[in-house]
Structures are given as structure tokens and as C-alpha cells.
């Protein structure tokens, strides 16, 4: 296959050539995983900015204002990428310098991932979100040269960028039961913010007295995260990405024709029904 200007191939998966090269990626796979260290996993736009802002911030309860002050990317660094500069050191190199717990977001699919998750076993937040938002908020976010139709062909192929949706969520739904994963759908967190904050907390073995629980819940709601630079950050893909947007889910209802919804129905819901994921299809409003 040969990818558009801007993008290259990296074992069948289409990435940015600036901030994710082959080296870095190669050298993501040779992370030394810790026991202890916590890994955000989400397709794009499935709500990742969201939870790097509440582990983070549980992590840090005792200090919740001054963590809140420290730029997500250095909270919860980006895995598989080189950020832009003039050094160009992967995010992969700097972590291994990083004192223990490391808490690091990723991307990447199973197969890209390295070896280590699989046997050391540390924690895994897997946020999952409904396919067609994140098909109108991957578009939205213009990483990626097509037009609207050509885009939508290619999400139906997973010929995007980090490859396959299907791919991404299917091999942690599979292990959503294992006691070092919690699978979490961003629906439901929409719906429940404070209890999810909560299991969260429980999971990571955090006790939270009521007031840090709602301090914590204040500072990742939606609106105060969009007024806080380091919490919305502008990603150094091009101009125009943000990492923050609608935050409601139920977009694709009045984005998506009835022939578009068909054909996205057409694709995803035979594979869910054979991965058996319990995927909330409701928007917001659907109260």
C-alpha cells in the first residue's frame, strides 16, 4: 500500500510520519514495562484526554491543584510518539528514565504494543467509545488528508490513522474480566462521571474521602477541563486539531445520512455481535 503525503505504513497500520515515525514505534515496542506502572488505552477520540485528567489527578490526590497545573503530557506521556523539536528524543526513551508509577497513554493496537503488557501485567484503563462519534470526531480532528467520503470509506476499512476501531477494542474487551484491566464505555461515563471517578479511584487502589471524590469530579467535567490549557491542549499534528470538542455523545445523529448509518451499521454491527460487546448505543438526551 502506498499512504498519502504525511503518512506511512507501519506493519499495515497507517501513522503521521512527524510525531510517529518507524523508530519510534519500533522503540515503543521495547518498552520495559512495569509492574506498577498504568496504561490509558483508547482508540483516538474515544475520551483519552478525559481519563489521562482523572487518573492523573487521583494519582495525585493529596496535591490535586498543583498536579492540575502540570501540562497532560507530562502527567500521562504519549507512548509511541516523538514530540516536535529539535531533539526528536521518542516518548518510549524519556519513560525509561521516569520514576515509578509511570501512568502512559497509548494508541496502539495489540499487536504494536510492547510484548512486556502481556506478562508483567500492570493496570489497564481501556475507554471505549461509540464508533460512529469517534468516526465524527476523527474526522473533525483533520488528522488526515481526505474528503468527508473518502474518510468515511477508509474509518469502514481501517485505513485510518492507528488502524482498525474493531482491532483497537476488540482484544481488551476480550479480557475485560482480568483482574489487572477495567474496560470502561465513555457513554457510560457521561452518564455517571462521579461513580466512574470512583471506580476508577478503587481500581487503582486509591481511597478518596467525599470531598477530594467531587474535587476530582469538578476539575474532569467537560467545562472546566475546556478552560484549563493544560488540561486541553493543542496537539502539534496541524492547525486546527483540538483535543477537546463536543464531548456529547450522539453526534453522528445529525451528522451521518441515513445511508451513511446504514452502511457504518452494515460494517460494525455483525462484528460486535461476534465480539459480544455490550456496546450503549444512546446518546445523551436519551433520557
Excluded at 457521561?190 to 469530579?217: C, M, P, Q, W, Y
Excluded at 455483525?270 to 444512546?282: A, D
Aim: charged letters at 30%; proline letters at 6%; hydrophobic letters at 35%.
Amino acid at each position: 500500500m502506498t499512504a498519502s503525503e504525511g503518512f506511512h505504513y507501519y506493519e499495515g497500520v497507517l501513522f503521521y510520519d512527524g510525531l510517529l515515525p518507524a523508530s519510534s514505534l519500533d522503540a515503543a515496542r521495547k518498552l520495559k514495562v512495569r509492574e506498577d506502572d498504568v496504561f490509558v488505552m483508547t482508540y483516538p477520540k474515544s475520551g483519552t484526554t478525559w481519563l489521562q485528567q482523572i487518573v492523573s489527578l487521583i494519582r495525585n490526590s493529596d496535591d490535586i491543584s498543583s498536579t492540575d497545573e502540570v501540562p497532560l503530557t507530562k502527567r500521562v506521556p504519549f507512548l509511541e510518539v516523538v514530540p516536535p523539536g529539535e531533539e526528536r528524543i521518542p516518548i518510549s526513551k524519556v519513560l525509561d528514565t521516569m520514576e515509578s508509577p509511570r501512568y502512559i497513554k497509548t494508541h496502539l493496537i495489540k499487536r504494536l504494543l510492547p510484548p512486556d503488557i502481556f506478562t508483567v501485567k500492570p493496570k489497564v484503563l481501556y475507554l471505549a467509545r461509540n464508533p460512529k462519534d469517534v468516526l465524527i470526531s476523527f474526522y473533525d480532528f483533520k488528522a488526515h488528508p481526505w474528503s468527508w467520503k473518502e474518510y468515511f470509506d477508509n474509518f469502514l476499512k481501517g485505513n485510518v490513522c492507528f488502524g482498525s476501531w474493531f482491532e483497537n477494542v476488540e482484544y481488551w474487551w476480550e479480557h475485560r474480566n482480568d483482574d489487572n484491566v477495567l474496560f470502561l464505555f465513555y457513554e457510560d461515563m457521561i452518564r455517571d462521571l462521579k461513580g466512574h471517578v470512583r471506580k476508577i479511584a478503587d481500581f487503582l487502589n486509591k481511597s478518596l474521602d467525599d470531598a477530594t471524590l467531587d474535587e476530582i469530579t469538578r476539575r474532569s467535567s467537560f467545562n472546566v477541563m475546556k478552560e484549563n490549557p493544560n488540561a486541553n491542549f493543542k496537539a502539534p499534528f496541524r492547525e486546527g486539531m483540538r483535543k477537546l470538542n463536543r464531548g456529547k455523545p450522539g453526534i453522528w445523529k445529525s451528522r451521518l445520512t441515513e445511508a451513511e448509518n446504514e452502511a457504518m451499521e452494515k460494517a460494525f454491527s455483525g462484528r460486535m455481535k461476534e465480539m459480544k460487546i455490550e456496546f450503549p448505543f444512546y446518546s445523551y438526551d436519551d433520557d
